[in-house]
């Protein structure tokens, strides 16, 4: 049995013209946090950060709150893109 993975991970910053807000990111892109120490990953629900800090938080903004929920680092935080296919 063959395994696809089925999201890709890209630098966020190669995503930027898809939009720099929540409200502006496309639905089939998710979230991916990385920790700049420990490099644990982890998925950010959006729609849980949406009414949270409201949709119009920025992408930069929300990679700076981010914090390692294993190591608890806050600092160099890594906020990914992930698409994911579409049929
Ligand atoms: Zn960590």
Redesign the pocket.
Same mark, same amino acid.
């Not at 120490?37 to 644990?40: I, Q, T």
């Not at 294993?70 to 680092?73: A, M």
């Given at each position: 049995m063959r395994h696809r993975r089925s999201i890709d991970l890209m630098p966020r910053e190669d995503a930027a013209e898809h939009g720099s807000t929540l409200a502006q990111l496309p639905e089939w892109y998710v979230l991916v946090a990385r920790?700049a120490?420990? *490099?644990?990953q982890g998925h950010i629900d959006r729609r849980l950060i949406g009414r949270k800090c409201g949709y119009d938080l920025s992408l930069n903004a929300l990679a700076r709150t981010l914090k390692?929920s *294993?190591?608890?680092?806050g600092e160099g935080n890594k906020l990914l893109l992930g698409k994911l296919p579409r049929d």
């Open positions: 920790c120490k420990c *490099r644990h390692c *294993r190591c608890n680092n």
